[in-house]
């Protein structure tokens, strides 16, 4: 059974950092795509961070290029998501999403975290 437990959201004001962690069990990382989606209220759960399974190819949309950075780390099989200078229209659920290698190039993901809220304020 595949297991993802993200951690590290919290409130923090405009132009600070956050780090979220996603621990996984049931599934290597290494062997992994994995992505970082987000859900504002009142929106669709958006793609934001995506990393092919050996990390060779990353992918993020112009909302955060620049600011994010998805990497892990297989020896721990944790994801994170790095964020700087966050603004307030960062402010969403946050949620880790891992699958096959080819999930990379569809989008579609089957395992997912439970969320963890970020707001930021100005």
């Known amino acids: 059974q595949v297991s993802l437990a993200e951690s590290g959201g919290g409130m923090v004001q405009a132009g600070e950092s956050l780090r979220l962690s996603c621990a996984a069990s049931g599934r290597t990382l290494s062997t992994s795509a994995v992505a970082w989606f987000r859900q504002a209220p009142g929106q669709d759960r958006k793609l934001i961070a995506a990393?092919?399974?050996?990390?060779?190819?990353?992918y993020y949309p112009d909302s955060v290029k620049g600011r994010f950075t998805i990497s892990r780390d297989n020896a721990k099989n944790t994801m994170y998501l790095q964020m700087n200078n966050l603004k307030p229209e960062d402010t969403a659920v946050y949620y880790c999403?891992?699958?096959?290698?080819?999930?990379?190039?569809?989008?579609?993901?089957?395992?997912w975290g439970q969320g963890t809220q970020v707001t930021v304020s100005s």
């Open positions: 990393s092919a399974w050996n990390g060779g190819s990353t």
């Open positions: 999403a891992a699958d096959r290698p080819e999930a990379y190039y569809s989008f579609s993901y089957n395992f």
